[in-house]
């Protein structure tokens, strides 16, 4: 299996960033997805990025699309979201998951991936 580990949340002012760090246990090859979800109380689980390793070709949820980058540092086994202009609706549990690839695309479903982080609080005021 797949071990991960979030780290690098807390709080921002609106406008302000934070980078979050997934580090994974090693055994993440290049034919795997590796993806930030976050979750707000009383909301669905949201894709905020999925990262194609490998290519490094990430794709983006529309609410985070411009502000939010994510990259991954392979020799320490890390996947990073940089958080810029931030904003209150960002507030939420943010998670790291991973899975196998098995097609050209990341899905967004949080359903497909197998491995999760703990999840870390990030937490926007006005």
């Known amino acids: 299996g797949v071990r991960l580990e979030e780290s690098g949340g807390g709080s921002a002012q609106a406008g302000g960033s934070l980078r979050l760090s997934c580090v994974d246990s090693?055994?993440?090859?290049?034919?795997?997805?590796v993806a930030w979800f976050r979750q707000a109380p009383d909301t669905e689980r949201e894709a905020v990025a999925l990262?194609?390793?490998?290519?490094?070709?990430?794709q983006y949820g529309a609410s985070v699309n411009g502000r939010f980058t994510a990259s991954r540092d392979n020799a320490k086994n890390t996947l990073y979201l940089q958080m810029d202009n931030l904003r209150p609706e960002d507030t939420a549990q943010y998670y790291c998951?991973?899975?196998?690839?098995?097609?050209?695309?990341?899905?967004?479903?949080?359903?497909?991936?197998?491995?999760w982080g703990q999840g870390i609080q990030v937490t926007v005021s006005a």
């Open positions: 998951a991973a899975a196998p690839r098995t097609s050209q695309t990341c899905p967004g479903s949080s359903s497909f991936y197998p491995y």
């Open positions: 090693g055994n993440i090859n290049v034919n795997y997805c």
């Open positions: 990262f194609k390793t490998g290519t490094g070709f990430t």
